[in-house]
Protein backbone atom coordinates (compact mmCIF):
# COMPACT_ATOMS: atom_id res chain seq x y z
CA UNK A 1 0.00 0.00 0.00
CA UNK A 2 2.59 2.11 0.72
CA UNK A 3 4.42 1.81 -2.58
CA UNK A 4 1.32 2.51 -4.32
CA UNK A 5 1.09 5.93 -2.40
CA UNK A 6 4.15 7.02 -2.98
CA UNK A 7 3.89 6.14 -7.19
CA UNK A 8 0.57 8.05 -6.52
CA UNK A 9 2.64 10.96 -5.38
CA UNK A 10 5.28 10.78 -8.21
CA UNK A 11 2.56 10.60 -10.20
CA UNK A 12 0.88 13.90 -9.39
CA UNK A 13 4.29 15.61 -9.70
CA UNK A 14 5.30 14.07 -13.03
CA UNK A 15 2.00 15.50 -14.04
CA UNK A 16 2.66 18.63 -12.85
CA UNK A 17 6.37 18.99 -14.27
CA UNK A 18 4.51 17.74 -17.32
CA UNK A 19 1.92 20.42 -17.78
CA UNK A 20 4.96 22.83 -16.79
CA UNK A 21 7.33 21.65 -19.91
CA UNK A 22 4.28 21.87 -22.40
CA UNK A 23 3.36 25.37 -20.85
CA UNK A 24 6.71 26.45 -22.14
CA UNK A 25 5.62 26.58 -25.49
CA UNK A 26 1.74 26.20 -25.23
CA UNK A 27 0.10 29.33 -23.99
CA UNK A 28 -3.09 29.15 -21.93
CA UNK A 29 -5.70 26.14 -23.30
CA UNK A 30 -5.72 24.75 -19.70
CA UNK A 31 -8.29 22.30 -20.43
CA UNK A 32 -7.50 20.90 -23.67
CA UNK A 33 -3.77 20.33 -22.41
CA UNK A 34 -5.37 18.64 -19.00
CA UNK A 35 -7.86 16.53 -20.97
CA UNK A 36 -4.75 15.52 -23.87
CA UNK A 37 -3.07 14.33 -20.62
CA UNK A 38 -6.11 12.31 -19.53
CA UNK A 39 -6.19 10.31 -22.86
CA UNK A 40 -2.74 9.54 -22.72
CA UNK A 41 -2.46 8.23 -19.22
CA UNK A 42 -5.40 5.95 -19.79
CA UNK A 43 -4.76 4.63 -23.35
CA UNK A 44 -6.76 6.37 -25.28
CA UNK A 45 -7.05 8.92 -28.20
CA UNK A 46 -8.09 12.26 -28.83
CA UNK A 47 -10.26 14.54 -31.44
CA UNK A 48 -9.31 17.56 -31.35
CA UNK A 49 -11.53 19.99 -32.95
CA UNK A 50 -11.05 23.64 -33.18
CA UNK A 51 -10.80 26.77 -35.95
CA UNK A 52 -7.17 27.56 -38.03
CA UNK A 53 -3.96 28.77 -36.11
CA UNK A 54 -5.42 27.49 -32.12
CA UNK A 55 -2.12 25.34 -31.60
CA UNK A 56 -3.97 22.03 -32.43
CA UNK A 57 -0.58 20.61 -34.09
CA UNK A 58 1.87 22.43 -32.32
CA UNK A 59 0.39 20.65 -28.59
CA UNK A 60 0.45 17.39 -30.29
CA UNK A 61 4.20 17.78 -31.68
CA UNK A 62 4.88 19.62 -27.93
CA UNK A 63 3.44 16.57 -26.11
CA UNK A 64 5.45 13.86 -28.09
CA UNK A 65 8.52 15.91 -27.83
CA UNK A 66 8.01 15.53 -23.87
CA UNK A 67 7.27 12.60 -23.58
CA UNK A 68 10.51 11.42 -25.80
CA UNK A 69 8.10 9.15 -28.24
CA UNK A 70 8.59 8.79 -31.93
CA UNK A 71 6.25 10.90 -33.74
CA UNK A 72 4.75 11.04 -36.94
CA UNK A 73 2.23 13.54 -38.97
CA UNK A 74 -0.28 12.74 -41.69
CA UNK A 75 -1.87 15.68 -43.31
CA UNK A 76 -4.95 13.80 -44.15
CA UNK A 77 -6.45 15.47 -48.00
CA UNK A 78 -8.58 14.03 -50.05
CA UNK A 79 -6.36 12.05 -53.07
CA UNK A 80 -4.62 10.64 -49.50
CA UNK A 81 -4.75 6.71 -50.10
CA UNK A 82 -4.78 3.99 -47.49
CA UNK A 83 -1.76 2.59 -48.56
CA UNK A 84 -0.27 6.42 -47.73
CA UNK A 85 -1.23 5.87 -44.11
CA UNK A 86 -0.64 2.34 -43.30
CA UNK A 87 2.47 1.41 -46.00
CA UNK A 88 2.45 -1.24 -48.24
CA UNK A 89 4.93 -4.10 -49.57
CA UNK A 90 7.63 -2.97 -52.45
CA UNK A 91 9.78 -5.41 -54.64
CA UNK A 92 13.40 -4.98 -53.79
CA UNK A 93 16.08 -6.60 -55.51
CA UNK A 94 19.20 -7.40 -53.51
CA UNK A 95 22.73 -7.23 -54.40
CA UNK A 96 22.42 -11.23 -55.91
CA UNK A 97 19.95 -10.03 -58.09
CA UNK A 98 17.28 -11.49 -55.94
CA UNK A 99 14.08 -10.13 -55.61
CA UNK A 100 11.84 -10.19 -53.12
CA UNK A 101 8.77 -7.64 -50.85
CA UNK A 102 10.13 -6.29 -48.23
CA UNK A 103 7.64 -4.00 -46.01
CA UNK A 104 7.59 -0.12 -46.54
CA UNK A 105 5.84 1.02 -43.70
CA UNK A 106 3.70 4.39 -43.51
CA UNK A 107 3.29 7.21 -40.56
CA UNK A 108 1.27 5.12 -38.70
CA UNK A 109 4.14 3.52 -37.37
CA UNK A 110 4.92 5.84 -35.01
CA UNK A 111 3.94 6.64 -30.71
CA UNK A 112 2.19 9.59 -30.88
CA UNK A 113 0.25 9.84 -34.17
CA UNK A 114 -0.60 13.19 -35.37
CA UNK A 115 -3.51 12.90 -38.04
CA UNK A 116 -4.22 16.37 -38.77
CA UNK A 117 -7.14 17.47 -40.41
CA UNK A 118 -8.81 14.16 -40.69
CA UNK A 119 -11.93 14.91 -41.51
CA UNK A 120 -10.32 16.16 -45.14
CA UNK A 121 -9.37 12.32 -46.26
CA UNK A 122 -12.43 9.94 -47.95
CA UNK A 123 -13.60 7.41 -45.75
CA UNK A 124 -11.95 4.87 -47.30
CA UNK A 125 -8.49 6.71 -45.96
CA UNK A 126 -10.26 7.25 -42.39
CA UNK A 127 -11.13 3.88 -42.14
CA UNK A 128 -7.32 2.79 -42.52
CA UNK A 129 -7.30 4.06 -38.92
CA UNK A 130 -9.63 2.42 -37.39
CA UNK A 131 -7.63 -1.32 -36.53
CA UNK A 132 -4.29 0.47 -35.43
CA UNK A 133 -6.64 2.63 -33.08
CA UNK A 134 -8.75 -0.20 -31.88
CA UNK A 135 -6.22 -2.87 -32.11
CA UNK A 136 -2.61 -1.32 -31.62
CA UNK A 137 -1.73 -3.23 -34.81
CA UNK A 138 -2.19 -3.47 -38.50
CA UNK A 139 -2.99 -5.86 -41.39
CA UNK A 140 -0.65 -5.66 -44.37
CA UNK A 141 -1.08 -7.88 -47.02
CA UNK A 142 -2.38 -10.42 -44.94
CA UNK A 143 0.56 -9.79 -42.19
CA UNK A 144 -0.55 -8.66 -38.63
CA UNK A 145 1.92 -5.90 -37.70
CA UNK A 146 1.85 -4.97 -33.74
CA UNK A 147 2.30 -0.95 -32.68
CA UNK A 148 5.67 0.17 -30.12
CA UNK A 149 3.98 1.06 -27.13
CA UNK A 150 2.77 3.51 -26.13
CA UNK A 151 0.59 4.25 -29.18
CA UNK A 152 -1.76 7.23 -29.25
CA UNK A 153 -3.43 8.98 -31.98
CA UNK A 154 -4.68 12.43 -32.03
CA UNK A 155 -6.63 13.60 -34.71
CA UNK A 156 -7.61 17.23 -35.65
CA UNK A 157 -10.82 18.71 -37.55
CA UNK A 158 -11.48 21.80 -38.64
CA UNK A 159 -15.26 23.00 -37.87
CA UNK A 160 -15.33 25.95 -40.04
CA UNK A 161 -14.14 25.04 -43.78
CA UNK A 162 -16.89 22.25 -44.58
CA UNK A 163 -16.49 22.07 -48.22
CA UNK A 164 -14.62 19.29 -49.60
CA UNK A 165 -14.89 17.22 -46.01
CA UNK A 166 -15.79 13.98 -45.29
CA UNK A 167 -18.00 13.44 -41.72
CA UNK A 168 -16.30 10.66 -39.36
CA UNK A 169 -18.26 7.79 -39.14
CA UNK A 170 -19.95 6.74 -35.80
CA UNK A 171 -17.53 3.74 -35.91
CA UNK A 172 -14.34 5.63 -35.57
CA UNK A 173 -15.86 8.86 -33.27
CA UNK A 174 -16.70 5.75 -30.90
CA UNK A 175 -12.74 4.71 -31.24
CA UNK A 176 -11.76 8.21 -29.52
CA UNK A 177 -11.45 8.55 -25.62
CA UNK A 178 -12.30 12.28 -26.12
CA UNK A 179 -13.33 14.71 -28.39
CA UNK A 180 -11.25 17.92 -26.89
CA UNK A 181 -12.70 21.27 -28.16
CA UNK A 182 -9.92 23.90 -28.24
CA UNK A 183 -11.01 27.53 -27.61
CA UNK A 184 -10.38 30.87 -28.89
CA UNK A 185 -7.28 32.36 -26.90
CA UNK A 186 -8.16 35.75 -24.41
CA UNK A 187 -6.78 38.80 -25.55
CA UNK A 188 -3.92 37.96 -22.78
CA UNK A 189 -3.16 34.78 -24.48
CA UNK A 190 -3.19 36.14 -27.58
CA UNK A 191 -0.69 38.84 -26.71
CA UNK A 192 1.98 36.08 -25.15
CA UNK A 193 1.18 34.44 -28.27
CA UNK A 194 2.10 37.38 -30.42
CA UNK A 195 5.31 38.17 -28.36
CA UNK A 196 6.18 34.25 -28.64
CA UNK A 197 5.82 33.81 -32.48
CA UNK A 198 6.86 36.91 -33.74
CA UNK A 199 10.50 37.22 -31.99
CA UNK A 200 13.45 34.68 -31.70
CA UNK A 201 12.29 31.02 -31.47
CA UNK A 202 12.69 29.47 -28.48
CA UNK A 203 14.42 25.97 -27.02
CA UNK A 204 12.82 22.48 -27.03
CA UNK A 205 11.09 21.75 -24.20
CA UNK A 206 12.11 19.46 -21.25
CA UNK A 207 11.84 16.09 -21.85
CA UNK A 208 9.51 14.84 -18.66
CA UNK A 209 9.02 11.21 -19.48
CA UNK A 210 10.37 8.07 -21.46
CA UNK A 211 8.00 5.13 -22.95
CA UNK A 212 8.44 2.67 -19.91
CA UNK A 213 7.43 5.49 -17.64
CA UNK A 214 3.99 6.42 -19.81
CA UNK A 215 3.47 2.45 -19.80
CA UNK A 216 3.50 2.65 -16.38
CA UNK A 217 1.67 5.21 -15.87
CA UNK A 218 -0.80 3.65 -17.96
CA UNK A 219 -0.49 0.78 -15.89
CA UNK A 220 -0.80 2.47 -12.47
CA UNK A 221 -4.47 4.34 -14.00
CA UNK A 222 -6.41 0.99 -14.28
CA UNK A 223 -5.08 -0.17 -10.74
CA UNK A 224 -6.81 3.81 -9.12
CA UNK A 225 -10.08 2.05 -7.45
CA UNK A 226 -13.42 2.56 -8.37
CA UNK A 227 -16.24 2.01 -5.66
CA UNK A 228 -19.98 0.19 -7.37
CA UNK A 229 -21.88 3.08 -6.85
CA UNK A 230 -19.43 5.60 -8.90
CA UNK A 231 -19.43 2.62 -11.46
CA UNK A 232 -23.37 2.63 -10.97
CA UNK A 233 -23.79 6.16 -11.69
CA UNK A 234 -21.65 6.35 -14.82
CA UNK A 235 -24.06 3.49 -15.94
CA UNK A 236 -26.87 5.69 -15.53
CA UNK A 237 -25.68 8.75 -16.89
CA UNK A 238 -25.21 6.74 -20.05
CA UNK A 239 -28.45 4.85 -19.88
CA UNK A 240 -29.73 8.30 -19.44
CA UNK A 241 -28.63 8.93 -23.02
CA UNK A 242 -31.02 6.56 -24.20
CA UNK A 243 -33.47 8.42 -26.09
CA UNK A 244 -35.83 5.41 -25.57
CA UNK A 245 -34.86 5.14 -21.97
CA UNK A 246 -38.30 6.01 -20.04
CA UNK A 247 -35.92 7.53 -17.45
CA UNK A 248 -34.13 10.10 -19.38
CA UNK A 249 -34.58 13.72 -19.47
CA UNK A 250 -36.64 15.54 -21.32
CA UNK A 251 -34.13 17.19 -23.10
CA UNK A 252 -32.51 13.78 -24.16
CA UNK A 253 -36.06 12.71 -25.89
CA UNK A 254 -36.07 15.90 -28.48
CA UNK A 255 -32.46 16.21 -28.88
CA UNK A 256 -31.21 13.17 -29.29
CA UNK A 257 -31.41 10.13 -31.98
CA UNK A 258 -28.92 7.73 -30.41
CA UNK A 259 -27.46 7.75 -27.02
CA UNK A 260 -23.81 6.51 -25.79
CA UNK A 261 -23.36 2.83 -25.70
CA UNK A 262 -20.93 0.69 -23.86
CA UNK A 263 -17.68 2.72 -25.18
CA UNK A 264 -18.86 6.06 -23.91
CA UNK A 265 -19.65 3.90 -20.46
CA UNK A 266 -16.09 2.48 -20.59
CA UNK A 267 -14.47 5.61 -21.30
CA UNK A 268 -15.99 7.53 -18.62
CA UNK A 269 -14.44 5.11 -15.85
CA UNK A 270 -10.92 4.98 -17.73
CA UNK A 271 -11.08 9.23 -18.22
CA UNK A 272 -11.87 9.72 -14.88
CA UNK A 273 -9.14 7.01 -13.54
CA UNK A 274 -6.57 9.49 -15.21
CA UNK A 275 -7.84 12.63 -13.86
CA UNK A 276 -7.83 11.38 -9.94
CA UNK A 277 -4.45 9.77 -10.79
CA UNK A 278 -2.52 12.80 -12.23
CA UNK A 279 -4.36 14.99 -9.23
CA UNK A 280 -2.60 12.19 -6.69
CA UNK A 281 -5.59 10.12 -5.82
CA UNK A 282 -5.68 6.83 -5.82
CA UNK A 283 -10.06 6.70 -6.03
CA UNK A 284 -12.57 7.66 -8.50
CA UNK A 285 -15.01 10.58 -6.62
CA UNK A 286 -18.23 11.31 -8.43
CA UNK A 287 -17.35 14.30 -9.26
CA UNK A 288 -14.31 12.54 -11.97
CA UNK A 289 -17.49 11.47 -13.39
CA UNK A 290 -18.87 14.59 -13.93
CA UNK A 291 -15.45 16.64 -14.71
CA UNK A 292 -15.10 13.98 -17.74
CA UNK A 293 -18.50 13.22 -18.87
CA UNK A 294 -18.29 16.09 -21.98
CA UNK A 295 -15.25 15.24 -23.77
CA UNK A 296 -16.16 11.78 -23.38
CA UNK A 297 -19.67 12.34 -24.81
CA UNK A 298 -20.11 14.92 -26.45
CA UNK A 299 -19.25 12.99 -30.04
CA UNK A 300 -20.95 9.67 -29.22
CA UNK A 301 -24.67 11.15 -28.70
CA UNK A 302 -26.47 11.93 -32.50
CA UNK A 303 -28.58 14.60 -32.40
CA UNK A 304 -32.10 14.20 -34.19
CA UNK A 305 -33.52 16.17 -36.67
CA UNK A 306 -35.56 18.52 -33.97
CA UNK A 307 -31.90 18.69 -32.32
CA UNK A 308 -30.19 19.83 -34.96
CA UNK A 309 -32.79 22.59 -35.80
CA UNK A 310 -32.54 24.00 -32.25
CA UNK A 311 -29.26 24.41 -32.23
CA UNK A 312 -28.93 21.93 -28.92
CA UNK A 313 -25.88 20.80 -28.59
CA UNK A 314 -24.27 17.75 -26.93
CA UNK A 315 -22.72 19.44 -24.42
CA UNK A 316 -26.21 20.91 -23.62
CA UNK A 317 -27.54 17.66 -23.01
CA UNK A 318 -24.76 16.29 -21.48
CA UNK A 319 -25.46 19.20 -18.50
CA UNK A 320 -28.52 17.54 -18.60
CA UNK A 321 -27.66 14.37 -17.91
CA UNK A 322 -25.20 15.59 -14.92
CA UNK A 323 -28.10 17.35 -13.56
CA UNK A 324 -30.98 15.01 -14.02
CA UNK A 325 -29.05 11.98 -12.85
CA UNK A 326 -28.87 11.54 -9.08
CA UNK A 327 -25.46 10.29 -7.72
CA UNK A 328 -27.39 8.28 -5.25
CA UNK A 329 -30.71 6.97 -6.44
CA UNK A 330 -33.69 7.69 -4.27
CA UNK A 331 -33.94 4.00 -3.01
CA UNK A 332 -30.23 4.16 -1.80
CA UNK A 333 -31.15 7.61 0.35
CA UNK A 334 -33.99 6.01 1.79
CA UNK A 335 -32.12 2.97 3.01
CA UNK A 336 -29.41 4.53 4.17
CA UNK A 337 -31.70 7.33 5.96
Known sequence: MADFEAKLKLAGETSARLRTAIGQVIVGQTEVVEQTLWAMVAGGHVLLEGAPGLGKTLLVKTLASCLDLHFSRIQFTPDLMPSDVTGTNILVTDEQGRRSFSLHKGPIFAQVVLADEINRATPKTQSSLLEAMQEHACTIAGK?????????????????????????????????????????????????????????????????????????????????????????????????????????????????????????????????????????????????????????????????????????????????LVEHVPARPAEVEKASA
Open 144 to 320: RHVMVEPFFVLATENPIEMEGTYPLPEAQLDRFLLKVMVPNPTEEEMTEILVRTTGHERGTPERVLTSEEVLQLRSLCRDVAVAEPVLRYAARIVGASDPGNPGAPELVRRALRYGAGVRGAQSLVLAAKASALLEGRAHVAFADIQRVAKPVLRHRMIRSFEGEADGITTDAVTEA
